[in-house]
């Protein structure tokens, strides 16, 4: 009875969340300095804190030219649009990143822009979508990402709106690991489905839309959305509620929309 009454008047008179901080303390600590905070789409490691994450983060907060961003007030122009040269691709890997679903693919060709070559290395998800258009946002953007052999890379972004199923998302869903890990691509990737029929589209240069926001993208955004039907789109969601950067500044730069 006396030692629980002691230990009753210790507790309150430490505080219990002090004694607790003060067991908790020193082995968190030696677990952040370990694991660095890892970036994400909300809380400590959100949007609004990728540039603190780590020194190379820094065009994050301080670019100029950062993606993505509204697609309003474009400017009608007689601009290039990529020239696809996708070949039909086997092979390659479909991986759960923790972000997003990315599927990783080599000899898959690419495209000429701007007299430029650049080969197709990648292409992913975003639900919502990044950019918006006219304030919109679409269910779901896919970033089909190219580089040139001199490090410059063009994205084009596609939205899906929902409606008909879409046969080209069904072979990725259906081997994308439904936590973080990867998966071989066991079917035939033909980049060229994915493409809405339209030519038209918005053109503007910006940057990665995740860390670390690197400002070395040459941006094509598909102004005709393509379709994916609701549990595609909720196949996705389920694995990424929300893995979309928020819409950044425009500054000085301007968005050239053409009609292809
Ligand atoms: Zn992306």
Redesign the pocket.
Known sequence: MTVSIRASLLFSALGLAALTAAFADPPEDKEAAAHPKHWSYGGEGGPEHWSELAPENLPCSAGVQQSPIDLSGALAAKVDTPHPGWAPARGGMVINNGH?IQVDVSNAGGIKLDNADYSLKQF???HPS?HTIDGKAYPL?L?L?HASADGKLA?I?IMFEEGKANPALDAVWATAPGKEGKAAVAFEIDTAEFMPKGGAAFRYEGS???PPCSETVRWTVMATPQTASSSQIAAFSSLFPWNARPVQPLNRRYVLKTSG
């Open positions: 997003t992913h998800f975003h990044e953007e970033h990402v994205v972004g990665l839309t995740t």
